[in-house]
């Protein structure tokens, strides 16, 4: 199983990224999937999951709103559409199959945001 994710950059604040996770070694029309972070010097955070079975997203308080995760398993692809960037939302950007850390195999993206 791998998950590769690519699309992060900097960006001033205020700015958009899309960012894309392709899956390879499963099926991932039958899994939850999520995107998860982490900031040097804080918790690890999980950002939003989709359910596999309704489709439907939650998002964490920090990001709702701002952030949109979409799925096409015939790609076997998410992606997080992010826009409004702020400073707190730097981090290194992972996909996770279940929506938590067991899941996030890969290296992540790393997204820089500042002016």
């Known amino acids: 199983v791998q998950l590769q994710a690519s699309g992060g950059g900097l960006v001033q604040p205020g700015g958009s990224l899309r960012l894309s996770c392709v899956g390879s070694?499963?099926?991932?029309?039958?899994?939850?999937m999520g995107w998860l972070r982490q900031a040097p010097g804080k918790e690890r955070e999980v950002i939003s999951c989709n359910s596999k079975n309704d489709g439907m997203t939650n998002y964490a308080d920090s990001v709702k709103g701002r952030f949109t995760m979409s799925r096409d398993n015939a790609k076997s692809t998410v992606y997080l559409h992010m826009n409004s960037l702020k400073p707190e939302d730097e981090a290194l950007y992972y996909c996770a199959i279940h929506c938590n850390w067991n899941g996030a195999w890969g290296q992540g993206t790393q997204v820089t945001v500042s002016s």
């Open positions: 070694g499963f099926d991932m029309e039958y899994y939850d």
